[in-house]
């Protein structure tokens, strides 16, 4: 028994930035970002929002759009979602949270909805969550019906995961550290409780505190004043906030590379399983050298290992399920065979699970 993956999708904004066009901006060139990053490509929301984006992966894989995979043949029903876990940084509102916005676009009028702030181990967050929202219920339902009595708790069976984000709002343009890294886009998968088949395998979360500020980014409002603060009240919050992300690149880097091999060995550890049993990695997308790092400490080719930086550059929570969702829809994996999703990012976060498509 386990959550199953029944459909994924992804979306992408519309407009390609080239370096060279990164290079017209800030002091940059394609030669310096390739070799460091592996980033050629990325795609920037000009008139997309958040909700656009996550509805259309989110229909996609419902089935309900072109261009998504699904399990079985035929769309998934909007109505029968009974959970929307949106994990996100950059929400079009404060409220209605993104994932109601998208359940008002798509038509799950039945599904609970809420967001997720953890940067862009998102991915891996939302299916480990949907997945214990999954287990859970199962388990409470079990338990009414061994009893005769209805379930003490919302009954969970069908969860939509959908990652959206435009980190293009968040980066300072002028900043050549930050601004290479990043793109727009959506991803989303489908989760359903099923008895007599695996799913997620294992899952782990983990946080550690950030106390350097190595990946930050302050919330805007906090510089706004209320009527009741005494003269220099609050200054010192106000103090030096900056409305942009900033990151500490290569600290960043140490804690990702790091965090990549911790994790994905504490989830296949938990599977039960080792690298060898994992027919694709498919990981959060921030460099492609911390994937190549991790391939070499894995001994493992890089064909194991979807990469889709080249043609995205990093879209925060979104990463990994585009990535998952690409190979998905170019046969790379199938049914029955083994993905391991790791991610990491600001919090700090990173976490891994294990699926059994
Ligand atoms: N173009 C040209 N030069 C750049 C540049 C750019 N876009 N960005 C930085 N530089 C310069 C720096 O100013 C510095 O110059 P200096 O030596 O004259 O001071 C030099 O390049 C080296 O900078 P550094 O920050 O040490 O580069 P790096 O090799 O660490 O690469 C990153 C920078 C951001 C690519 C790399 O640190 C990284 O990928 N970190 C992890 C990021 C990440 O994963 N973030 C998301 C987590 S979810």
């Given at each position: 028994?386990?959550?199953?993956?029944?459909?994924?999708?992804?979306?992408?904004?519309?407009r390609?930035v080239t370096?060279d066009?990164l290079?017209?901006?800030?002091?940059?060139?394609?030669?310096?970002?390739?070799?460091?990053t592996g980033i050629?490509t990325?795609?920037?929301?000009?008139e997309?929002?958040?909700t656009?984006l996550?509805a259309?992966a989110?229909?996609r894989?419902?089935?309900?759009?072109?261009?998504?995979?699904?399990?079985e043949?035929?769309a998934?029903?909007?109505?029968?979602?009974?959970?929307i876990?949106?994990?996100?940084?950059t929400?079009?509102?404060?409220?209605p949270?993104?994932?109601?916005?998208?359940?008002?676009r798509?038509?799950?009028?039945?599904a609970?909805c809420?967001?997720?702030?953890c940067?862009?181990?998102?991915?891996?967050?939302g299916?480990s969550?949907?997945?214990?929202?999954?287990?859970g219920s199962?388990?409470?339902?079990?338990?009414?019906?061994?009893a005769?009595?209805?379930?003490?708790r919302?009954?969970?069976?069908?969860?939509?995961?959908v990652?959206?984000?435009?980190?293009?709002r968040?980066?300072d343009?002028?900043d050549?550290?930050?601004?290479?890294?990043?793109?727009?886009g959506?991803?989303?998968?489908?989760?359903e409780?099923?008895d007599?088949?695996?799913?997620?395998?294992?899952?782990?979360?983990e946080?550690?505190?950030?106390?350097?500020?190595?990946?930050w980014c302050?919330?805007?409002?906090?510089?706004?004043?209320?009527?009741?603060?005494?003269?220099?009240?609050?200054?010192?919050?106000?103090?030096g906030?900056d409305?942009?992300?900033?990151?500490?690149?290569?600290?960043?880097?140490k804690?990702?590379?790091?965090?990549?091999?911790?994790?994905?060995?504490?989830?296949?550890?938990r599977?039960?399983l080792s690298v060898?049993?994992?027919?694709?990695?498919?990981?959060?997308q921030?460099?492609?050298?911390?994937?190549?790092?991790?391939?070499k400490k894995?001994?493992?080719?890089?064909?194991?290992?979807?990469l889709?930086?080249?043609?995205?550059?990093?879209?925060?929570?979104?990463?990994?399920?585009?990535?998952?969702n690409e190979?998905l829809?170019?046969?790379?994996?199938?049914?029955?065979?083994?993905a391991?999703?790791?991610?990491?990012?600001?919090?700090?976060?990173?976490?891994?699970?294990?699926?059994?498509i």
């Open positions: 028994m386990g959550s199953v993956i029944i459909g994924s999708g992804r979306s992408l904004p519309k390609t370096n066009e290079g017209a901006i800030v002091d940059t060139s394609d030669e310096w970002i390739v070799p460091r050629r990325r795609q920037i929301a000009t997309e929002t958040c656009d996550g259309e989110a229909l894989a419902l089935g309900q759009a072109a261009g998504g995979w699904q399990r043949e035929g998934i029903d909007p109505a029968t979602l009974d959970m876990i949106c994990p996100t940084l929400a079009d509102t404060h409220f949270s993104q994932a109601a916005r998208i359940r008002e798509i038509g799950a009028e039945n609970v809420y967001d997720m702030s940067a862009c181990s998102g991915c891996v967050y299916i969550t949907a997945d214990l929202m999954l287990a199962a388990f409470d339902r079990a338990g009414a019906e061994a005769g009595r209805v379930p003490r919302n009954v969970v069976r069908r969860v939509l995961v990652a959206a984000e435009r980190l293009s968040l980066v343009w002028d050549r550290a930050t601004c290479i890294l990043f793109g727009d959506a991803g989303a998968v489908v989760l409780w099923r007599g088949e695996d799913g997620v395998l294992s899952s782990y979360m946080n550690t505190d950030d106390t350097a500020r190595t990946l302050d919330s805007a409002f906090c510089a706004r004043e209320t009527p009741f603060a005494a003269e220099g009240e609050g200054a010192a919050e106000r103090e906030l409305p942009y992300m900033r990151m500490a690149g290569q600290a960043v880097f804690f990702a590379t790091a965090a990549m091999m911790r994790c994905t060995e504490e989830a296949l550890e599977a039960g060898e049993d994992v027919t694709l990695f498919t990981p959060h921030a460099n492609e050298r911390i994937i190549r790092y991790a391939a894995m001994d493992l080719p890089m064909e194991r290992f979807q889709i930086i080249d043609h995205v550059g990093n879209v925060s929570g979104a990463s990994a399920l585009i990535a998952l190979a829809c170019d046969g790379k994996i199938t049914q029955g065979d083994i391991c999703m790791t991610a990491f990012g600001g919090g700090l976060t990173a976490g891994s699970c294990v699926i059994r």
